[in-house]
């Protein structure tokens, strides 16, 4: 397996115009592991080239990654030995973790968001609180303030959204084409960031909590 692994890096690095330094960031599966930047660009044709800190700099800024490198990585996936699938955890200053997958067979990109409250976190008071709010955040926010857009975005690119609430636990999850990731992301993260709670929704929402009881 060490073998194969080092000729699966030769080749890819045979690809790369600066070999094993590979100072190119790639936007899009962020994989390379012998990168200084823990990037890629042997795998992705949207790469851009990185000729200093200050060019890193605004690239990372641009994708909303933190520029200091405070970006950490954790390399301790284990994987069934014919995944083929790469993996990479991150852990974002806010404390964050994410699992990045890349999978070049797959046919679309896509990305989920777990919040650790659900039904038994609802107030005695507000029973269906979770359930709620979960509705309410895909309904705008201050950056994308229509309460479609989301969802408009989403099925103009061959995309897809949904979410559930569980005991502890609050899912949401989207899907897209490839090229519109990062613009669906940007919205996906407005939910967390400044969600509208629009009042002239709050009854329409809650019939349709009540619907689907």
């Known amino acids: 397996q060490q073998r194969n692994a080092k000729q699966r890096f030769a080749s890819e690095t045979s ?53 200091d490198g405070s970006l950490r990585s954790i390399n301790s996936i284990r994987a069934p030995a014919h995944d083929e699938r790469r993996y990479r955890v991150i852990q974002l200053p806010n404390g964050l973790q994410v699992l990045l997958v890349s999978d070049s067979t797959a046919d679309a990109a896509a990305a989920a968001m777990t919040v650790h409250s659900g039904h038994f976190q609802d107030p005695d008071a507000r029973p269906g609180l979770a359930h709620f709010h979960e509705h309410m955040l895909f309904l705008g926010n201050a950056k994308y303030p229509r309460e479609d ?65």
């Not at 330094?21 to 080239?49: N, V």
């Not at 992301?185 to 689907?212: G, H, K, T």
């Open 15 to 67: 690809k790369c115009p600066v070999g094993s330094k590979c100072q190119h960031i790639c936007t899009a599966c962020w994989q390379h592991s012998q990168c200084t930047l823990h990037a890629c660009c042997c795998r992705s044709g949207s790469s851009s080239s990185i000729s200093s800190n200050s060019s890193r700099d605004r690239i990372w800024k641009a994708q909303g990654l933190p520029a």
């Open 149 to 213: 857009e989301y969802n408009r975005f989403l099925s103009e690119h061959g995309g897809a959204s949904n979410a559930f609430t569980m005991a502890e636990y609050t899912t949401y999850h989207l899907k897209v084409a490839e090229p519109h990731l990062h613009g669906a992301l940007d919205r996906f993260a407005q939910f967390f960031i400044s969600p509208s709670f629009d009042l002239n929704l709050v009854e329409r929402e809650m019939r349709a909590i009540d619907s689907e009881s």
